[in-house]
């Protein structure tokens, strides 16, 4: 059974820096064909897809609001992906997730209906 499992939200002024991490069990992200994702969702408002990678391709991919401030990465070692967000927004206010998949799509899909496992979600929220 695939569980993931967000932590490393929390509160932080503007300008500030988190690393969320999503870790997996049941499911190996290194693998061919395995990618992840992180979406966000904030109050009143559309989850959007916020960064990919298809880490046994090699391949990332980020949504243009998201260009220059995340970088998603994995540690194999731990099975782990992250998302490290720098100069935080009050508009980054949101809940994170974090989905997987079996089926890849290149570029790393940034859609959830590509996505068939979801973490809880980690919250995130930046004070101006």
């Known amino acids: 059974q695939v569980q993931l499992v967000e932590s490393g939200g929390g509160s932080v002024q503007a300008g500030g820096s988190l690393s969320l991490s999503c870790a997996a069990s049941?499911?190996?992200?290194?693998?061919?064909?395995?990618?992840v994702g992180w979406f966000r969702q904030a109050p009143g408002k559309e989850r959007e897809g916020v960064a990919g990678?298809?880490?046994?391709?090699?391949?990332?991919n980020y949504a243009d609001a998201a260009k220059g401030r995340f970088t998603i990465s994995q540690d194999k070692s731990k099975n782990t992906v992250y998302l490290q967000i720098n100069r935080l927004k009050p508009e980054d206010t949101a809940m994170y997730y974090c989905a997987a998949t079996v089926r890849t799509v290149l570029p790393p899909p940034l859609f959830g209906y590509r996505y068939e496992y979801w973490g809880q979600g980690t919250q995130v929220t930046v004070s101006s």
């Open positions: 990678i298809c880490a046994g391709y090699g391949r990332t």
């Open positions: 049941g499911y190996t992200y290194d693998r061919n064909r395995n990618c």
